[in-house]
Every structure is written in C-alpha cells, then in structure tokens.
C-alpha cells in the first residue's frame, strides 16, 4: 500500500472549485476558468505522503520556483499568471499560492540529468544505459556525464512510482515532433539552471519539468527546480563514488528506514509520525538551498 496517510480534505472557497488533492498541491479553478495551485507544507517519502509535515515548505517551494521562472524567462514561457491571493481565501495560502493558465499537460515527466545517481545508476549498473541512452563504462555513484541527457518518466498517480521511459516510447505516446521539443526545452533549461547553481556552489544533479500546451506554445508549469524536484548537492562536498550531501528530503529517507523509525516500508503499514529534530533538519535544508540559490534572505 501507500499514498496518504491521512488525506486532508480540501479547503472551500467562494468562487473557487477545487480539482485535485496532490501530494504537496491543492489545484482549484477560478471563475475565469485559471488554476489557482496551492503548496501545502506536506512531505512524501517512498510513494506515501507522510502525517507529519515540514513547516515553510510550501512557501520556499513556491516562492523558489518563482525566482527559478524569472531566471528562465528568455527560454521557457511559464504559466503563471498571478501570486495574488484569491478573494476569500485564508491568510495561510499567502506565499504559497499560484494562478496559472490553464494547459493542456503532457503526461510525461521531463527528467534531465547532468550526473549518474538514483534510478539511473541502477539502470546504468545493469545495463551501461539510462532510459535506454548508453553511457560510458567506469562511472560510480554522483558520476559527471559527458553531456546532460533527457530521461523520462512517466506520471504516476499519488502512491505509485513513475516509471522511467525511452525517448522512444515518449515519441510513441505523444507523437515525434512534441517529443522533439520536449527534449530540447528540457535540456536547455536544465543546462541554463546548471550553470546558476554552479555559479552558487551548488551541483544539479538532476531535475523533472512538468510542460503543457498554451495552444500552440509549450509552457513550462507547476514547480520548477525546487529541493523536490531536483537534486542538489553542495560542490565543495561533491566526491564521486558516494551518496552525495543534497539539500532535499534525505533526513526523512534516511529516518524512514533507519532502525529508529520502526518502519519497515516494505510491509503495508503506513510510515510513522516523524520527530522534531528531522522536521526541523529538513526544514533547514529547504531554506538554505533558497537562500544559496537566490541570494536572499528568508524571513
């Protein structure tokens, strides 16, 4: 089993409809038929959203994606329309609240990696390949690879696992040409965050996009190269070979399946409450990447 250990039951607001319980996001529609997309302070780990959550999550991940969009400007069209809180909503979505345009989703994960680790080092340790892609013999655990490469997935429901993909399947489910563009905007906005993050200190490893169709345009939507949908390591520790230090979730992983916890996440029984100190080292996490990132202070 997984998925939610306690689903929330959404909030109601005049003139809004709510659409989907996601495992961070609440998505509604507005009158104007726009999303109005909520990040909540929830944590998933191992395909279940956990009871407890992380204090300031939403926001970081909100206020993060934001600046990661202005930064991609140039390359990218991005959905979102608003940061203005909707009329009637409660003072808690404040920093945590997006309204978007409305697209016509892709239902693919747009994966792009720069470095061997994850789902890919498993693949590469079976095969010498990734979604397919051969790479080179000799690379470990947080490898550099030659050049970044597209690895898809595909999109999976709130408690099952996305399934990574060839670049030929894609082509097969949505058609030769939006595969093409996927790819190539995929690989440029990861190249472009790349170097940001580097110029801060920090490795991407690797990143998933979310794309949708405006018409005739691909717009870049929901988050975008935050701490859960992308990996980030502190260059200076970087050290190939390892499980590299990474600004994300791995102190509710690593508590999950420690003996501590008493989880054994292969079984059927939801994961337990997590302790004060792995919310607040994971609530850190969050807050220094958007700071090393950014510049900027968090308040």
């Known amino acids: 089993m997984s998925g939610f250990v306690e689903k929330p039951e959404p909030i109601e607001v005049p003139g809004l409809v709510h659409l989907h319980t996601g495992k961070v996001r609440e998505l509604y529609q507005n009158e104007a038929g726009d999303l109005v997309m909520v990040a909540s302070d929830r944590m998933s780990a191992y395909d279940w959203v956990l009871p407890t959550e992380i204090p300031d999550k939403g926001r970081v991940l909100t206020q993060l994606s934001l600046w990661w969009f202005d ?11 608003s940061t203005e809180l909707p009329e009637g909503a409660p003072a808690d979505w404040a920093g945590r609240t997006l309204v978007c345009k409305s697209l016509k989703m892709v239902p693919v ?23 397919g892609l051969a790479l080179p013999e000799g ?3 947080g490898s550099e690879l030659p050049a970044p490469i597209f690895t898809p997935a595909t999109k999976a429901e709130v408690g099952e696992h996305d399934e990574n993909v060839s670049y030929e ?11 093409a563009q996927l790819r190539q905007a995929t690989l440029a906005v990861y190249s472009r965050a790349r170097d940001i993050a580097r110029d801060r200190g920090i490795i ?9 169709y405006d018409g005739d345009t691909l717009v870049l939507a929901d988050e975008v190269l935050t701490p859960d949908s992308s990996r980030f ?16 979730k791995q102190f509710v992983r690593n508590w999950l399946t420690s003996a501590e916890s008493g989880w ?6 939801p994961p337990p409450p997590l302790p004060e100190e792995v919310v607040a080292a994971t609530r850190q996490k969050y807050v220094e990447a958007y700071e090393r990132l950014t510049g900027m202070s968090w308040s």
């Open 71 to 81: 930064q991609l400007r140039d390359l990218a069209v991005n959905h979102v329309i």
């Open 264 to 269: 054994d996440r292969t079984s059927e029984q």
């Open 109 to 131: 994960e747009c994966v792009a990696r720069g470095y061997l680790t994850g789902s890919g080092l498993v693949e590469y340790n079976a095969s010498r390949t990734v979604c």
């Open 204 to 212: 991407l490893a690797d990143t998933k996009f979310e794309f949708g």
């Open 233 to 248: 390591w502190p260059a200076d520790q970087w050290q190939p070979g390892r499980a590299q230090p990474s600004y994300d």
């Open 139 to 141: 690379l470990v655990d």
């Open 169 to 179: 399947e894609v082509a097969r489910q949505v058609g030769a040409e939006t595969a």
